[in-house]
Each structure stands twice: as structure tokens, then as C-alpha cells.
């Protein structure tokens, strides 16, 4: 059986269409085309069939999916278990994490990593907590930065993470002399915010309830830094993580508590215990743990906030 032909399959189920997974394959309509109709040949049953402009699942072709799903997996085990035989210096390492982890963490960390391990090509999926999860149960990524709390998930923890609120700076404000911002002082205040798949949303948001604040959203974005300068221009109060850079002096940057308590959770560096983890993303791992000890994100802000308890590590 022709592995390409399956991955085209089920990667136009995921992607919902045809032309969205040529975009994620690299491949033409045309060829796409080609495998799936040489795949339903081999199988002697039909796996799509067209309502409208859209592609739609038959019964068979649902049937088959998950089944296809595990040989998929099965192949790629199999090659990354190939490629750590040769002692863990070559392969391709998927990792998922936030815009701003990416940016803020990865960024600067990567050309050390690459120094050491130059033949491991590490591929960079961005996006929110609860995407970075999925992808890891689904064996899309070997690992991803993400904030402790999915018990599924074994990991290590990297560094603990702040909701901050980020406010245009005034002369002669009280705020300016403050170490923390309380979230019931947000009442009615404008706000902007990260999308619901972040996690620093989710922590704001849960605390909002707890606290009956109910803040004037101006914005969400997935884009921290669009956030960030709306409040240097004083257009609201930024909800961001500690994660995200700040550098304007025209700021303040608190950090937000409930009740004296800080809003947050450690971020980890996390993998799915159900599926093999090469060796090259172990060291990783190692490299990454060593990397955060000495360069942790957001420690100019944080220092004088309250301590937010370390927990095990997960799967530890």
C-alpha cells in the first residue's frame, strides 16, 4: 500500500478539503487527485464522494479512517525508532508552542540547539494550549510548550507563567507604585485580550467569574504584540503572558491577582506517554530544561510578584 496516497487521504478528512491539505502536503491538485483515486482503486471501495464543490466521507471511507490513522503512525514509529538507532543525531522534531513562546523562548534558544545538533531539522507548529494538546494526542507533534494542568500528558516543568496587565503609564499614578494589579480592579474597565485558545485567557476569564467581573472586551487577538502596543497607544489594558516581550517604557507591566494570589500556572515541556518519543527529542528536552534555568521569560516583571508554588513534574 502506497503510504503518500493514505497520508493525502487522511490528511483531506483533517483539513476538511482538498485544496487545504495540498497546501499542508506540498502537493498539486492534480497529483493529490491522482493517489486518492489510485488508493480507492487498491481498496476497491470509493472514499469520497462530491456534494456540491465539497468532498464528503462515504460510510466506507469513515470506516477505514482511524485504521488508516494508526498505520500512518505505526510508519512514522517506525522511522523515528530508525533514526534514534543511530544514536539520535538526525531526524525531523515537530514541536508546538505559542506565537509568543516561539518567539520569546524558541527563538533565541534555537541557533544554540542547532550548533550542537545541526542534522535535527525541528519544524515549528504555532498555535494555542488547547491546540498543542490535540496535536500531541494525535502524534502530530512529539512535543509541545504548554501549561501544566492535562493529566494525560507527562512532561517537565520549564518556568511558571504570569497573566499580566499591561496599562499605559501615567505621571503621578497610584498604579505605578503597585507590585501586583488586583482583577476586581478591572471592572468595567476596557480590556484587550488573547483568544480563547490561549491559556492566559482561560485563567483571566475563570477568574472574572469567581470575582463577577464583567470588563468592556475592545479586542481578542492571537497576536500578544497587537495587544501590547494598544496599550501603549492607551486604547485599553493588555491581558498578556509573561511570555510575551514588553519593552516600552511607556508601560506598566503588573502582575494580575486574585485575592493576593497570582494568575498563572508553570508551563512545561510536554509529550504524549501513548506514543515513542525519538531520542533526539529527549535531548531536546535536556537541552531546553538547561537553556530556561539561566534565561527564563518575563523575570524583569515578575520578580517582585507573588510565588507561585512549583508543582511535581507531570508524569514525573
Not at 513562546?101 to 515549528?124: K, S
Not at 494550549?129 to 494542568?149: D, K, V
Request: charged share 20%; glycine share 8%; net charge positive.
Amino acid at each position: 500500500m502506497n503510504l503518500r496516497a493514505l497520508r493525502t487521504f487522511v490528511t483531506t478528512v483533517e483539513m476538511g478539503g482538498l485544496g487545504r491539505a495540498c497546501a499542508r502536503l506540498h502537493l498539486s491538485q492534480p497529483a493529490a487527485s491522482r493517489q486518492i483515486h489510485a488508493l480507492e482503486a487498491e481498496l476497491g471501495l470509493a472514499l469520497f464522494e462530491r456534494v456540491g464543490r465539497r468532498l464528503q466521507l462515504t460510510s466506507d471511507g469513515e470506516d477505514l479512517l482511524n485504521q488508516s490513522r494508526r498505520l500512518l503512525d505505526d510508519a512514522t514509529a517506525l522511522l523515528d525508532q530508525a533514526l534514534s538507532l543511530k544514536g539520535g543525531q538526525i531526524g525531523t522534531l515537530r514541536i508546538g508552542a505559542t506565537p509568543h513562546v516561539i518567539a520569546g523562548v524558541l527563538a533565541p534558544f534555537l541557533p544554540r540547539y542547532r550548533r550542537r545538533y545541526h542534522n535535527v531539522e525541528v519544524q515549528l507548529l504555532e498555535g494555542g494550549a488547547t491546540q498543542q494538546s490535540t496535536r500531541l494526542h494525535r502524534g502530530e507533534i512529539h512535543l509541545a510548550i504548554t501549561p501544566t494542568g492535562d493529566e494525560r500528558l507527562h512532561g517537565r516543568l520549564l518556568y511558571p507563567v504570569y497573566a499580566f496587565a499591561v496599562l499605559r503609564s501615567e505621571r503621578d499614578s497610584s498604579k505605578s507604585r503597585r507590585q501586583a494589579l488586583e482583577v476586581a480592579s478591572l471592572a468595567s474597565k476596557p480590556v484587550l485580550l488573547l483568544r480563547r485558545e490561549f491559556g492566559s485567557r482561560e485563567w483571566f476569564d475563570a477568574a472574572c467569574a469567581i470575582s463577577h467581573v464583567r470588563p468592556q472586551v475592545r479586542l481578542e487577538s492571537a497576536a500578544p504584540q497587537t495587544l501590547v502596543e494598544l496599550a501603549v497607544a492607551g486604547y485599553g489594558v493588555a491581558i498578556v503572558p509573561s511570555t510575551v516581550s514588553v519593552s516600552s517604557d511607556k508601560v506598566l507591566v503588573l502582575p494580575l491577582v486574585q485575592r493576593g494570589t497570582p494568575l498563572g500556572r508553570w508551563s512545561m515541556i510536554a509529550w504524549n506517554p501513548q506514543r515513542y518519543l525519538p531520542l533526539y527529542a529527549q535531548r531536546f528536552v535536556d537541552e531546553l530544561l538547561a537553556y530556561v534555568a539561566r534565561h527564563a521569560p518575563g523575570q524583569k516583571f515578575i520578580r517582585h510578584a507573588p510565588v507561585m508554588p512549583r508543582p511535581v513534574d507531570p508524569g514525573a
